[in-house]
C-alpha cells in the first residue's frame, strides 16, 4: 500500500502545474457534491444535478445557485457550502501547502512549482511564507468580518445572527456571494453597516493578501516601492468602482426614488459586487435597466486582482490591453502604464486570456441559445456571470433546464480554474525537469499578468 501511495505521489510530482491545479479544483467539487447528496445534507426539493451546481458553484466562489441555499439545505449542508467557499477561495493549493507546512520546514519541489504558476509573487517572498501570511491573513480578516456581521445582522432582525455572520463573512472575502437569504441582501439594502462590512471584506478579498503584503512591506521600509502590479491594481479598481458608481446613481431608474444617502449606497454596492465579483444584489437585477446591465456586465467581465479570489480576465489584464492601444496610437511599440513600460511577456499573457475567455464566454452563450428559452440578454448575462465567477442573474438560474445547467457548471469551472491554465492543462506537453523552466515551456499563468 505505501509504495502505491509512493508511486501515486510520485506521479502526481511529474505533472504540470496547471493540470495539477484543474485536476485539484475538479477533486474538490466531486467530493463537494457526493457530500451535499447525503440525506442528511439537505431538506428536499433539489435533484442529483442540482447539488452537483452548487458545489461546483461554491468552490468556483461563483454564487449561482438554482435552489435557495437557506432553504435547501441543512445546517450541515450549509457548512459543507462553506468549507467548500473556503477551499476555493483561498485556493487548493494554499490550503494544501498549509496543511504540509505543518508538518515539515519547506514545501516539496513540485508544490513549489504549482505555488509559483499559481501565485505573482513579490520579489524576495517564497511560496511558503505566502501560505503561512494568507491563511492567517484569512482567517483574520474573515473572524473579524464576522464579528462585525454578528452585531449587523442582530440589529437587523436575524434568527440566527452568529450563522449568518460566520457564513457571509466567508463568503463575502472569498467573493463567492452565497448567501442564506433567497433576496441575496435585498432584505438589508438601508442597512449602511452590513452593506459597508460586506463592501470592506469584498474587497480585500479581490484585491487579495499579496498586494496587502506588498503595501505592509512598503509602510515598514522593508521595500523602496510597491510593484507595478500592485499600483495598478490600486489605481484602477477603485477608479472603475467609482465610475461605475456615478453611472448607476445617475442613470438607475429603479433606484431613483430612494433617499439620496441610500440610492449612493446602492449603486456602490451593486459596482462594488460586479466588480470584485462578489455577487451579492442589494436591488433586483432582473429589473434594472438595459444601461445599467451594461455597466455590470462590463465590470463583470473585468473582474478583480489576480491577486485576489475573484474572477474575470483581471484589472492588469486590462490595463496592458489598454496600453498597448494607446502605444498604437501614438506610433510607438512602448506599451507603458503609470510611467512603467510593460514586457512582452504580460502584454502577451493579457492577450491570450482576453481571446481564450471571450471564446469560452461565446461558445457558452450560443450553447445556453440552444438549450433555453430566455432572451439573449439574460442569457449573455448569465453567462458572463457564471466564467466571470460573479454570481448576479437575472432571474435565469432557477429555470435552467438540465443542459443548461451543464453548460454553466462548464462556465463555472473554466471561470475558476482560469481560461488560459485550463487550456495549457489540456494541450501543453511534459516537459523534462531541465527545459521546465525554460522560457518556451512556461504557461502563460507563469507570467504576471
Not at 461554491?58 to 468549507?83: K, N
Not at 503595501?215 to 467609482?242: D, E, K, N, S, Y
Not at 460573479?390 to 457548471?409: A, D, E, H, N
Request: glycine share 10%; hydrophobic share 50%.
Amino acid at each position: 500500500m505505501n509504495r502505491r501511495i509512493k508511486r501515486l505521489l510520485l506521479t502526481a510530482a511529474r505533472v504540470r502545474p496547471s493540470r495539477q491545479i484543474a485536476l485539484g479544483y475538479g477533486a474538490y467539487m466531486l467530493f463537494g457534491w457526493l457530500a451535499l447528496m447525503l440525506p442528511f445534507s439537505h431538506v428536499g426539493g433539489a435533484g442529483v444535478l442540482d447539488h452537483l451546481f452548487t458545489a461546483v458553484s461554491a468552490v468556483s466562489t461563483t454564487g449561482l445557485s438554482t435552489t435557495p441555499t437557506g432553504d435547501t439545505y441543512t445546517l450541515f449542508g450549509e457548512v459543507v457550502i462553506l468549507l467548500l467557499i473556503q477551499l476555493g477561495g483561498i485556493g487548493y493549493m494554499t490550503v494544501g501547502s498549509f496543511v504540509v507546512l505543518a508538518h515539515r520546514k519547506r514545501l516539496p519541489a513540485f508544490r513549489e512549482r504549482v505555488g509559483r504558476a499559481v501565485f505573482t509573487l513579490p520579489e524576495g517572498i517564497t511560496v511558503a511564507s505566502l501560505v503561512r501570511g494568507a491563511m492567517l491573513f484569512t482567517l483574520f480578516i474573515e473572524a473579524a468580518g464576522a464579528a462585525a456581521l454578528y452585531f449587523a445582522f442582530r440589529d437587523a432582525g436575524s434568527t440566527r445572527p452568529l450563522w449568518d455572520a460566520v457564513f457571509h463573512s466567508v463568503s463575502a472575502f472569498c467573493t463567492a456571494g452565497f448567501g442564506l437569504y433567497g433576496d441575496s441582501m435585498e432584505s438589508f439594502r438601508s442597512h449602511v453597516g452590513l452593506n459597508m462590512v460586506l463592501s470592506a471584506l469584498s474587497l480585500l478579498g479581490a484585491i487579495g493578501f499579496i498586494v496587502m503584503l506588498d503595501l505592509l512591506r512598503r509602510m515598514t521600509g522593508l521595500t523602496r516601492r510597491t510593484t507595478v502590479t500592485t499600483r495598478i491594481i490600486l489605481f484602477t479598481t477603485p477608479l472603475m468602482i467609482a465610475l461605475a458608481t456615478a453611472l448607476i446613481f445617475l442613470d438607475e431608474p429603479l433606484i431613483s426614488a430612494l433617499p439620496p444617502h441610500q440610492r449612493l449606497m446602492a449603486a456602490f454596492f451593486q459596482a462594488m459586487s460586479a466588480s470584485t465579483t462578489v455577487g451579492f444584489n442589494s436591488v433586483p437585477i432582473g429589473s434594472l435597466s438595459r444601461a445599467t446591465t451594461v455597466v455590470l456586465l462590463i465590470l463583470m467581465v473585468v473582474g478583480a486582482s489576480p491577486a485576489g479570489t475573484g474572477g474575470g480576465i483581471k484589472v492588469t489584464s486590462l490595463t496592458a490591453l489598454l496600453s498597448v492601444v494607446w502605444a498604437t496610437l501614438r506610433g510607438t511599440t512602448d506599451a507603458r502604464f503609470l510611467g512603467h513600460s510593460l514586457p512582452l511577456e504580460r502584454i502577451r499573457a493579457a492577450m491570450s486570456n482576453l481571446i481564450v475567455y471571450q471564446f469560452a464566454l461565446v461558445i457558452g452563450v450560443y450553447l445556453l441559445t440552444l438549450t433555453e428559452s430566455a432572451s439573449l440578454e439574460d442569457l449573455a448575462f448569465e453567462a458572463a456571470s457564471a466564467i466571470g465567477t460573479v454570481g448576479l442573474s437575472r432571474g435565469v438560474t432557477g429555470s435552467l433546464s438540465p443542459l443548461g445547467k451543464l453548460v454553466v457548471i462548464a462556465l463555472m469551472y473554466v471561470g475558476r480554474v482560469g481560461p488560459v491554465m485550463l487550456g495549457a492543462s489540456l494541450l501543453a506537453k511534459e516537459s523534462n525537469g531541465s527545459n521546465r523552466n525554460a522560457p518556451e515551456n512556461r504557461t502563460p499563468e507563469d507570467v504576471a499578468v
